[in-house]
């Protein structure tokens, strides 16, 4: 940003309006996700030219193309955090207690999922 002409506190007040809750990137479909582009560049117009070029060659297609559709098409990875496996870390090491093989206890483990799923159905 700095080669065309954006300064640090610019940046700082740009990157919650491209990368937070609210930003270009995290749009919910398509026309937010244009809609959102509009704001950003009413509201940055007035910053640096070459920047707003720059954003409309390049930049707001590939944030949407490589950033926000595959974020809307596999939700679940969007949202994953590293919390979410710790309760199975747990179960796994007091069962395991770091004595048995734990490939052996893992394979029994997907087995015995795949049996609960075929009772279910």
Known sequence: MTDVGIGLNDRKQMMPNIFGQTGIVSADDTVCFEERCSEFEQQYSSTSEPFLEYFRRRLKANWQHKVNEPSRKAPLCHKWMNNKCESINHILKQTVNW????AQLAYELV????????RAL
């Open 111 to 118: 087995i015995g999922q795949f049996k609960e799923v075929k």
């Open 99 to 102: 004595k048995t093989d734990f």
